[in-house]
């Protein structure tokens, strides 16, 4: 069996090939049988490469603060008064300072979460997101996204700049969990290098960042 590297030759022996290996194919002495791998491969699937929409188009005479805006701020009021109403000591207990900083924080995290699904939620079976040096990813979460020197330079010394990001729905695409293991994301942000080094048909080493929902 050909491998791409020693990681999952290893990984294919543990698995099961340590016992087939050398085994022939019933009625052939001249072919190694090649034992089964459904367990390493994803259903395969067409990805559609199309440019994203404005949220908004120029023509639109729909003020997107408007409505939505006096629902949302109504739920709010109403959310803000059923806490005063019911209270508890554990919130009592806590200083002004501390429910101040603890709300700034959930609304900020609130927000971040929303504009992630109204972006998501034009396109709800997109698993890419493309965009080489332009606007940056959309981050799922306020926390753990990474500052300029979190990202390492390349090896060829020239810094990694954001290319695309891959979102949580390929999830439910690759079925993952007939894997019998834990794989989850929130969002999968890719940083490839400036000068787009590398020559041939050689892989090249990148850097990955995984933001989980917080």
């Known amino acids: 069996a050909a491998y791409c590297g020693p990681e999952h030759q290893a990984l294919d022996w543990r698995r099961g090939h340590r016992r087939t290996c050398g085994q022939h194919a019933a009625g052939d002495d001249s072919v190694d049988a090649i034992p089964e791998h459904n367990e390493f491969l994803f259903p395969e699937y067409e990805i559609l490469i199309e440019p994203e929409e404005p949220e908004f188009p120029a023509d639109s005479s729909v003020d997107p603060d408007d409505e939505q805006g006096a629902v949302d701020t109504s739920k709010d009021l109403k959310e803000q008064e059923e806490l005063r ?18 709300a700034k924080h959930e609304t900020e995290e609130d927000k971040i979460f929303q504009t992630f699904k109204e972006r998501v939620a034009a ?22 996204i990474p500052e300029e020197k979190d990202i390492p330079n390349c090896l060829c ?12 729905q390929l999830l439910n695409h690759l079925q993952v969990d007939s894997l019998g293991e834990s794989i989850d994301w929130g969002t999968l942000v890719v940083y490839t290098c400036a000068d787009n080094c590398g020559e041939g048909d050689e892989y090249l080493e990148e850097f990955i960042w995984k933001q989980d929902f917080s």
Do not use: H, K
């Open 85 to 102: 109403a019911t209270g508890s000591a554990a919130f009592q207990s806590l200083d002004e300072e501390t429910l101040e900083a603890m």
């Open 157 to 168: 010394g020239a810094r990694r700049i954001f290319e695309f990001q891959i979102m949580p």
């Open 123 to 144: 396109e709800p079976e997109q698993i890419i997101r493309y965009c080489r040096g332009g606007e940056g990813p959309i981050w799922v979460s306020g926390e753990n």
